[in-house]
Each structure stands twice: as structure tokens, then as C-alpha cells.
């Protein structure tokens, strides 16, 4: 091989070498699924994940949340402390620094299969790389039985999601609010939420 092959052969191995790298380091890598999708972060709450509540006892909840959206995005933002009979804290687990994916799928689940036993709700509007803060009080009735342990399930869970909202007026009654969630894949939603535990 003669000295000018040579010289080309060694440049093209650089080349590609240095391609390598480029593609090795992530620059062509998609940005991370919370990087792209609307999400709720929990600030701050006066309750922490599996901190016991006191059976049949009234419960005043306070919850921040930061909403960083991805979309244009109009509907509601809500904190609901939620019961279910059909899990318990060791079968549906919930803490906000899980992996986000995971806990919006379970937070979709728990929200078909649980009732709100109190809420707070805030009409919100945001657009892309707007974060909002949002804060919730509210109280809720914990109810005064409740299986955190049997096999037909039992459990609290705090969650913060966002959802679309009809008002129902009724006649001579208070206006009611009806709060359908966002499901996190179709809506590109992060929710967030913590299991909590119960004591008597």
C-alpha cells in the first residue's frame, strides 16, 4: 500500500471512529419520557408515602404540585385522596419518586377501581414548557373500617392527576363537578401519588 492510501485509509478510520462516538453519547438519543410528556410532581404534602391515617377520623389534606406541560392542554387539576377495595398498600405501591411511566399505568388503574372519599380541583390551561404551580386543601372522612391487610383489599392512596370537568346544575342544590381523568398514554399525562396506610 502506498503512502497516500495509507494516510486516506487512517483518515476514513478516524471518521469513522469519531461517528461512533457522536452516536455513542446520546446526542441522537429522544429526549426522556417526562421530558416529553405533560407531568405532575409533588412539591410538598402534608402527608408522606404509607404514613398511617386514623380510621373514622376527618382529615385536613395540603398538597403542591408543579404541572410542567408539554401541549396545550385545558381542563382540570385535581388532588383526590381515594379509596379502594380492591388493593392494599403492599399490592398497589405508590411513591412520587417512582418511575414515572409505571405509576401514571397504576394511577390509571387505582382511578377505575377506587371512589373519592374528598378532592380538591382547580381549572387549569397551560401550554408547552409552562410550569404551574398548583395548591390543594381539602378534607376528607377516612372511613371507620377498613382491610389493609384481608384479601379482599383495602387501601388509601393520594393522587394528583388532571382530567376534563362538566358542571352539573341542579335546581336548588349545590353545582356538583364532575371530573372524567386524562388517561396518561392517549393524553401523554404523567399523574403522580403515594400509597398511604391506615391505623385504628
Wanted: negative net charge; contains cysteine.
Amino acid at each position: 500500500m502506498s503512502a497516500l492510501l495509507r494516510i486516506r485509509a487512517g483518515a476514513g478510520m478516524v471518521t469513522i471512529a469519531l461517528l461512533g462516538a457522536f452516536v455513542t453519547t446520546g446526542c441522537f438519543d429522544e429526549p426522556k419520557l417526562e421530558d416529553r410528556w405533560t407531568r405532575l410532581d409533588l412539591v410538598s404534602s402534608n402527608v408522606a408515602a404509607f404514613q398511617p391515617l386514623t380510621l373514622g377520623a376527618r382529615e385536613s389534606l395540603a398538597v403542591s404540585v408543579d404541572v410542567t406541560y408539554r401541549s396545550i392542554l385545558t381542563g382540570f387539576a385535581v388532588a383526590d385522596l381515594r379509596m379502594s377495595t380492591e388493593f392494599t398498600p403492599t399490592t398497589l405501591s405508590l411513591t412520587p419518586d417512582m418511575a414515572r411511566l409505571p405509576m401514571a399505568q397504576r394511577i390509571d388503574t387505582l382511578l377505575a377501581h377506587s371512589v373519592s372519599i374528598g378532592r380538591a380541583t382547580r381549572a387549569v390551561t397551560g401550554w408547552d414548557h409552562l410550569i404551574e404551580r398548583v395548591d390543594f386543601t381539602f378534607g376528607a372522612n377516612v372511613p371507620a373500617t377498613l382491610d389493609t391487610t384481608g384479601a379482599g383489599g383495602g387501601g388509601l392512596f393520594l393522587v394528583c392527576y388532571l382530567g376534563s370537568g362538566e358542571r352539573l346544575r341542579r335546581l336548588g342544590m349545590q353545582d356538583s363537578l364532575v371530573v372524567t381523568p386524562f388517561g396518561s398514554e392517549a393524553y401523554q399525562v404523567l399523574p403522580v401519588g403515594l400509597t398511604l396506610g391506615s391505623q385504628p
